[in-house]
């Protein structure tokens, strides 16, 4: 049995050597393996949180941006609808301003027109009046056979068409 028990049997030197073995491999491994990956991993942990916070930092800069952005649409709309209303009094205005102008020059007109009719009048009743005293001396001349004074008849003529105008 000597041979199972060799298999099966702990050696305590083999167990030390094993023991030791073992705080050696963990050493080194420590050494050159875990504090080289462990830096690693704190590193890409470090470069991950960086990566977030920047995002983070993006997300917000990004939503003071939009914020900012929908305060100046806000405004442009604003400034865009008092333009147009501004326009809209100023076409108003201009609008009452033409009419005015408009009126006023059919005003001119419509009296100029009064004023010519009314010289027309005048000089068409003149007219008549150095008519009918041409008439009225002809007839006279005729009736008297002799002839009158032209300018002396003309007066009284003219007196005469004038009394006559009053009355009616």
Not at 13 to 20: H, I, N
Request: aromatic share 6%; hydrophobic share 40%.
């Amino acid at each position: 049995m000597t041979g199972f028990e060799s298999i099966v049997g702990v050696d305590p030197w083999t167990a030390l050597f094993t023991f030791l073995n073992m705080l050696i491999t963990f050493a080194i491994l420590g050494k050159f393996l875990f504090k080289p990956v462990k830096k690693m991993i704190d590193e890409r942990q470090k470069e991950i949180d960086d990566t977030y916070a920047g995002a983070d930092a993006a997300k917000k800069a990004a939503e003071e941006l939009k914020a900012e952005y929908e305060s100046k649409l806000e405004d442009a709309k604003s400034e865009r609808d008092e333009i147009v209303h501004q326009a809209v009094i100023r076409a108003q205005k201009r609008e009452e301003e033409i009419l005015a102008e408009a009126r006023d020059s059919a005003n001119a007109i419509r009296e100029k027109a009064h004023a010519d009719i009314e010289q027309e009048k005048k000089k068409a009743l003149n007219e008549v009046k150095n008519e009918i005293s041409s008439i009225s001396i002809g007839i006279a001349e005729k009736v008297c056979e002799k002839e009158i004074d032209e300018d002396k008849h003309k007066e009284l003529v003219l007196d005469f068409i004038s009394k006559i105008g009053e009355a009616s």
